[in-house]
């Protein structure tokens, strides 16, 4: 098993500016790619950014191209997301997933963190 402790989010003040966390716990060694997925009121649950282990191999959801980066510290089992240039339709439950397969949609996330609510203010 892996675990999943996400930290950041919160209400976005200022120049639209956050970041995100996961560290992963447990079995990690089986862990192959995370990333970020999010989730808006009556939307479905979509691909923020994803990166894998071995050659940092990073995709990122059409809308987040060129505002968010995805990096990631291997020793530490952390991933980390830097959001730039938020905007009120970037408001969702933000959620850390993990996969010894590919990350590459939500239905192939095995592990999934608790999730974390980024709100951007109109």
């Known amino acids: 098993q892996v675990q999943l402790v996400e930290s950041g989010g919160g209400a976005v003040q200022g120049i639209g500016s956050m970041r995100l966390s996961c560290t992963a716990s447990g079995n990690t060694s089986a862990v192959r790619c995370m990333g970020w997925f999010r989730q808006a009121p009556g939307k479905e649950r979509e691909r923020v950014a994803v990166?894998?282990?071995?050659?940092?191999?990073?995709f990122y959801g059409d809308s987040m191209r060129g505002r968010f980066t995805i990096s990631q510290d291997s020793t530490k089992n952390t991933v980390f997301l830097e959001m730039n240039g938020l905007n009120p339709e970037d408001t969702a439950m933000y959620y850390c997933?993990?996969?010894?397969?590919?990350?590459?949609?939500?239905?192939?996330?095995?592990?999934w963190g608790q999730g974390t609510q980024v709100t951007v203010p109109s």
């Open positions: 997933g993990a996969s010894g397969g590919h990350c590459s949609t939500p239905q192939a996330i095995t592990y």
């Open positions: 990166i894998y282990r071995k050659g940092d191999s990073i």
